[in-house]
């Protein structure tokens, strides 16, 4: 067995409880501060932060004598679920990483539709365009043909005119 010293113990104890803590929360709450303390009757935790809506949080667990790492991801649940009303589980791993490429694949397609949709309006504008500048030479072609008329005396149902 090696000796390992008991500020790295206590150094990778609290990274641990950080991290669980951050991982349990899922991105909902920032952790600015992480506190285990020894007592008489077992350990206490405390946390300080803000829920992602800005909303400070300061708690100290009751005393516990369980696993640290299982008591922050509680807190860190029951912080959520205490600030949202909403009783808050984390979504497991797997189903996590299923959420999160759906996620980037929705956020391609919808890029993908979005370009898709502004070269389909350049287009319809383009058309537009077309349409409107073959109505003014249909005018100007109308225009010609009821002056050719004028000018040969023809009439506009077709019989020429009486000369």
Do not use: C, W
């Not at 490429?101 to 537009?128: F, H, P, W």
């Amino acid at each position: 067995m090696t000796n390992v010293p008991f500020d790295a113990l206590s150094d990778a104890l609290n990274r641990a409880i950080r991290a669980t803590f951050i991982g349990t929360a899922g991105g909902k709450l920032r952790l600015e501060s992480t506190g285990m303390t020894e007592e008489s009757h077992g350990r206490r935790l405390h946390f300080t932060g803000f829920h992602r809506d800005g909303t400070p949080f300061v708690v100290l667990s009751a005393p516990f004598t369980g696993s640290p790492i299982e008591r922050a991801a509680q807190m860190a649940a029951d912080i959520i679920t205490t600030h949202t009303g909403v009783p808050y589980m984390p979504a497991p791993a797997v189903v996590s990483g299923l959420a999160q490429t759906l996620r980037s694949r929705l956020t391609e397609v919808t890029k993908r539709a979005d370009e898709i949709g502004l070269r389909a309006n350049s287009a319809v504008d383009n058309l537009n365009t077309v349409l409107d500048s073959a109505e003014g030479v249909i005018r100007d072609v109308d225009n010609a043909a009821a002056d050719v008329q004028s000018a040969l005396g023809l009439s506009t149902n077709g019989d020429p005119s009486p000369l």
